[in-house]
């Protein structure tokens, strides 16, 4: 039988969790974001959501590219052949991160390796005849994702917030 407890004895500890506050909002009502509303990062993160969410319906999904392998075709269709020196500091890739990524685009027939002709100890990063066509494709599908992000900005917050990313960047 449990053993009583006198009514003036303090309780017991709960091992039960407690109640949450009662919610001080209506459910359709913005949250608050606190601390949040300063913090770049997050901000950031939001914004990529929906950008990563326009580059796989319109560049992603359909021509089964990731974001970095466009980036790549991109930089090459624009710059010609580079090295992967070159390649791996615009990308932001470590030289194990980019050699798989060449790899994978070359394992696809998108890319080639080459010898440089000034210097026959580095390679360059060349496009394939079927790299170069997705590249144009996907430079051409990359029009109306830019005209549906360009649909909450106006020209000139969009060159602002471009070149304020670029700086957060560091470049």
């Given at each position: 039988?449990?053993?009583?407890?006198?009514?003036?004895?303090?309780?017991?500890?709960?091992?039960?969790?407690?109640?949450?506050?009662?919610?001080?909002?209506?459910?359709?009502?913005?949250?608050?974001?606190?601390?949040?509303?300063?913090?770049?990062?997050?901000?950031?993160?939001?914004?990529?959501?929906?950008?990563?969410?326009?580059?796989?319906?319109?560049?992603?999904?359909?021509?089964?590219?990731?974001?970095?392998?466009?980036?790549?075709?991109?930089?090459?269709?624009?710059?010609?052949?580079?090295?992967?020196?070159r390649l791996g500091h615009?990308?932001?890739?470590?030289?194990?991160?980019?050699?798989?990524?060449?790899?994978?685009?070359?394992?696809?027939?998108?890319?080639?390796?080459?010898?440089?002709?000034?210097?026959?100890?580095?390679?360059?990063?060349?496009?394939?005849?079927?790299?170069?066509?997705?590249?144009?494709?996907?430079?051409?599908?990359?029009g109306p994702m830019e005209?549906?992000?360009?649909?909450?900005?106006?020209?000139?917050?969009?060159?602002?917030?471009?070149?304020?990313?670029?700086?957060?960047?560091?470049?």
């Amino acid at each position: 039988m449990p053993r009583r407890l006198p009514l003036d004895a303090p309780s017991p500890p709960s091992t039960a969790v407690p109640a949450s506050p009662p919610p001080s909002r209506a459910a359709h009502q913005p949250l608050s974001l606190g601390v949040l509303s300063d913090v770049l990062g997050y901000h950031i993160a939001q914004a990529a959501v929906t950008t990563y969410g326009t580059f796989e319906a319109h560049i992603g999904q359909p021509h089964h590219l990731r974001k970095v392998e466009y980036s790549l075709l991109m930089l090459v269709l624009a710059n010609g052949p580079l090295t992967p020196k070159r390649l791996g500091h615009a990308l932001a890739l470590s030289a194990p991160n980019l050699t798989l990524l060449l790899d994978r685009l070359q394992g696809r027939g998108l890319i080639r390796r080459e010898r440089s002709p000034t210097d026959g100890r580095s390679q360059n990063i060349v496009l394939t005849d079927d790299g170069r066509r997705l590249a144009a494709i996907t430079a051409v599908a990359a029009g109306p994702m830019e005209r549906e992000l360009d649909e909450r900005l106006s020209r000139a917050e969009r060159l602002m917030l471009i070149e304020l990313l670029r700086k957060v960047a560091g470049r």
